[in-house]
């Protein structure tokens, strides 16, 4: 089976530009996750997706952050524009249908801001 | 603060050995819970879960032990090998109603193997 896919792995940007990551998730998986993982720390939720639906974005910094799941597949998340704050991993993490059941992560976008 | 926390930020222990990583949580309303492993550069691998109307499951070389009186959860690793140095994540499912929920990890334990 395949895993949890995310592109780009490293992504260097600066202050005030623009990114965007994408995820795709494992084939049949209807919830879809977005993580942002700050150094030493655990990963942080940003929002929720179940198939195209938003289910909880309640620590999204929606000024500046936003995601879409278009098709209940695949998603994106954007930065725009960016902070030195934002540097982080974005994780993306599907499950089957509920956040309690197992979920499994992709390796991430490391983004560091200049 | 966050509810999920570890008791001991890094672990060093002998190959061979069986290590013990603990984790306290604060809301008594979490009905799921999950270990994850994450190396170096990857993301937080799934190791094991366990639901609120369980105290203990096992797998392969590792068993989840859940203590709800005192919102403790454990996860031990029998023998101990090289590969499992990794930093180790729980996270509670806070459960906000219907079938979905918060998954809230703590800030991790980093365990050290020495050969």
């Known amino acids: 089976e395949a895993g949890v896919a995310q592109s780009p792995r490293y992504k260097i940007i600066e202050k005030r530009q623009s990114v965007a990551f994408w995820c795709n998730p494992i084939s049949g998986h209807a919830t879809l996750y977005w993580y942002q993982q700050i150094l030493g720390q655990g990963p942080k939720l940003l929002i929720q997706?179940?198939?195209?639906?938003?289910?909880?974005d309640s620590q999204l910094p929606k000024d500046r952050f936003s995601a879409e799941r278009l098709k209940g597949v695949d998603s994106t998340l954007k930065i725009q524009p960016a902070k030195l704050e934002d540097s982080a991993v974005y994780l993306c993490?599907?499950?089957?249908?509920?956040?309690?059941?197992?979920?499994?992560f992709g390796d991430g976008t490391r983004l560091s801001i200049l | 603060g966050e509810s999920v926390g570890l008791h001991l930020p890094t672990l060093s222990v002998q190959e061979g050995d069986n290590s013990i990583i603990n984790c306290a949580y604060s809301n008594s309303a979490s009905d799921y819970f999950i270990w994850y492993k994450q190396e170096s550069g990857k993301g937080p691998q799934f190791i094991i879960d366990i639901r609120s109307n369980m105290d203990k499951r096992q797998g392969q070389r590792v068993t989840v032990l859940l203590n709800k009186t005192v919102k403790h959860l454990s996860l031990q690793i029998a023998a101990t090998q090289p590969g499992d140095s990794a930093v180790y994540f729980c996270?509670?499912?806070?459960?906000?109603?219907?079938?979905?929920?918060?998954?809230?990890f703590g800030k991790g334990t980093k365990l050290s193997v020495k050969p």
């Open positions: 997706f179940q198939n195209n639906g938003v289910v909880d």
């Open positions: 993490a599907s499950s089957l249908e509920h956040s309690n059941q197992p979920q499994h």
């Open positions: 996270a509670e499912n806070m459960n906000y109603g219907g079938s979905q929920g918060n998954l809230i």
